[in-house]
C-alpha cells in the first residue's frame, strides 16, 4: 500500500476545524444513544443496498459476491460506530476502508453520495421509527454530519494521498512536483466562466 495510512489521518485531523470534525462529546452522545440506534441497523443496510444494486453503475461494482455478504461489510462498519471508541485504529480503519473501495472500484461520489443517503434516513429514522423528541433527534443529527465530515474527508484524502503516492513511487516524480505541475495547470482556471447561464436562443 503506497499510502501510509497513519500520516493520511494525523494530516486530515490537522486540516479540520475542531468544531467541524467528531469530537469526545459527540463520542459520549452517540454511546448513550447506541442501544436504540442499534434497532435501525436492518432498516439502514436494506435501504443502502437497494440503491446500489438498483443503479448500474454501483450494481457492477457489487456484482463480484453476494449481497448478504456486502451487508455484512455495512453491518460490522454500523456495530462498530455505535460501540467505539472512536480512537485512532477506529479513523485509520476510516482511512483504510476508503482504499478497499479504491481497489474494487467504488468511486467518491459513489462513497459520499451513500453518506449522503445514510444522514438523510437517519434523520428520517430518528423522528419516525425511534420516536425521539426533536431537539434529541436535532442533536443526534449533529453528531452524525460530524462523523461523517470526518470519515468523508479520510475517505477522499486517503483516496488521492494514495494515488500520488502511487503515482510518484512509479514514475520518481515527488508529490511537491506533482502539486507544483496541478498548480500551474489550474493558474487560469476561472469558475466564474462555468457558472454561468447558458445562452438562450433569444439571447437571455
Ligand atoms: C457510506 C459509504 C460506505 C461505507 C461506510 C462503507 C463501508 C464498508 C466497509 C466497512 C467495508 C469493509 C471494509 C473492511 O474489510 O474492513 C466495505 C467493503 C465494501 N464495500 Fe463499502 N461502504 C460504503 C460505500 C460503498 C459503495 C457506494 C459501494 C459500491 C458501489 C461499496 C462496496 C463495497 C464492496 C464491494 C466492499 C468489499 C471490498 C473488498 O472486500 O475487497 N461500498 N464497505
Redesign the pocket.
Known sequence: MAAHLAAVTEAVFSQLPPSVRFSSEDEAFLAGHAPELARLEDHLVQGFYDI?FAHAA?AR??SS?ERAE?EM??R??WRRTLQGPFDTHYWE?QAA?GL??V??G?SNP??IG??GW?LNALQEALAGKLSLPPQEAGRLMEVFHRLAATVQALTAESYLQNYLAVLANSTGITAELIHRLVAVELAALDPSAHGQKAPTASGV
Open positions: 446500489l454501483t461494482v457489487l459476491g456486502r461489510a455495512l460490522r462498519w480503519w476502508v478497499i473501495h481497489r474494487v467504488v459513489m462513497m451513500m453518506w445514510t
